[in-house]
């Protein structure tokens, strides 16, 4: 059975401190890792997709990198703004059958 | 920018009712359409996959009789929860791609419509 750990669950940080979240996955045959941000009720914005180990992708103040077993959010000096909840999310092929499989996220405060 | 919509953005309805959620494109026309369930605190769920003039792709666990999809235009996605139930109560989200039935496409996500069964 896929699966998709974040950690940690909540991290708080204080403007400008760098961080990194993590994603670990467990999934056969994998065809993309997603992460997005998402703000208290509304729905998820894209942030990344990452189809194969040793990729990158940058965004402002966030780059998303990926391994063979776990993917990193690094947030580089964080603005209060940045604040939300983010998901990761493998999509796998097992089978002929494709499977999208959600982390339970990260919930990050940056604090003025 | 890509803008979807959700309609409504919160309903309340008795048990046993069928409840009808849109689901809009608003500046691109998206070949396909997701819908997704959030319980609180916990992970979206991919309920569905839905390319526009085709039937929807349901993945495993989700009753295809219970949460009805139809993608009618490039535009426009329904999802009706039939027979409503209290444990159908949860926050539903759709998404849009420009892509043809890839989920690794670029997914645009709606706001999100609260669903609460009495």
């Known amino acids: 059975e896929d699966q998709v750990t974040q950690s940690p669950e909540a991290l708080r940080l204080q403007e400008g401190e760098s961080s990194s979240l993590n994603c670990s996955y467990t999934?056969?045959?994998?065809?993309?890792l997603f992460w997005y941000r998402q703000d208290p009720g509304k729905g998820p914005e894209f942030l990344f997709t990452l189809y194969s180990a040793g990729e990158e992708k940058e965004k402002e103040r966030l780059k998303a990198t990926l391994t063979k077993k776990e993917s990193f959010l690094h947030i580089t000096a964080p603005k209060p703004e940045d604040s939300a909840t983010y998901l990761c999310?493998?999509?796998?092929?097992?089978?002929?059958?494709?499977?999208?499989?959600f982390g339970t996220g990260t919930k990050l405060q940056v604090i003025p | 920018g890509a803008v979807v919509s959700q309609h409504p953005s919160w309903v309340i309805c008795k048990s046993g009712t069928s409840v009808k959620i849109e689901c809009r494109s608003l500046d691109f026309q998206a070949t396909t359409m997701f819908w997704y369930r959030q319980f609180p605190k916990q992970s979206l769920m991919l309920m569905a996959t839905s390319n526009e003039g085709s039937k929807a792709t349901y993945e495993q666990g989700v009753e295809k009789d219970k949460f009805l999809i139809n993608h009618a235009s490039l535009t426009l996605s329904t999802l009706t929860v039939t027979s409503a139930h209290p444990e159908d109560s949860s926050f539903y989200i759709c998404?849009?791609?420009?892509?043809?039935?890839?989920?690794?496409?670029?997914?645009?996500f709606g706001p999100g419509t609260r669903l609460t069964v009495l």
């Open positions: 999934v056969s045959g994998l065809r993309g």
């Open positions: 998404s849009a791609g420009k892509g043809q039935g890839r989920i690794t496409d670029t997914q645009y």
């Open positions: 999310a493998v999509q796998s092929l097992s089978g002929g059958y494709q499977k999208v499989t």
